[in-house]
Nanobody, 125 residues
């Protein structure tokens, strides 16, 4: 069983930056692929970024490529999402997810079996 706790969300002006963190419990964190997803009001949850178990492979949604960076520190059981040049359309609840089934970076939310509670990111124009 893995528990995920996100932090770092908040209110920021357009063009600003935020860094989300996701702390994971459990000794098997380093074997899991990790991902970030987001859900805006009235919309489906969508893929943002993913990272393989080793950190060697990364995957980004086109909408965030060049602005967001996913990384992980297996010694600290933590995955990060650095978000730069934020836009109002980035406003959403951001969720961290872990996959015990897939070790490579995957954008498919069906591959993830553990989810955090989410953290709100609001970008004002």
């Amino acid at each position: 069983q893995v528990q995920l706790v996100e932090s770092g969300g908040g209110l920021v002006q357009a063009g600003g930056s935020l860094r989300l963190s996701c702390a994971a419990s459990g000794r098997t964190f380093s074997t899991y692929a990790m991902g970030w997803f987001r859900q805006a009001p009235g919309k489906e949850r969508e893929f943002v970024a993913a990272i393989s178990w080793s950190g060697g492979r990364l995957y980004y949604a086109d909408s965030v490529k060049g602005r967001f960076t996913i990384s992980r520190d297996n010694a600290k059981n933590t995955v990060y999402l650095q978000m730069n040049s934020l836009k109002p359309e980035d406003t959403a609840v951001y969720y961290c997810a872990a996959s015990s089934m897939v070790r490579l970076a995957t954008p498919d939310r069906r591959d993830y079996d553990y989810w955090g509670q989410g953290t709100q990111v609001t970008v004002s124009s």
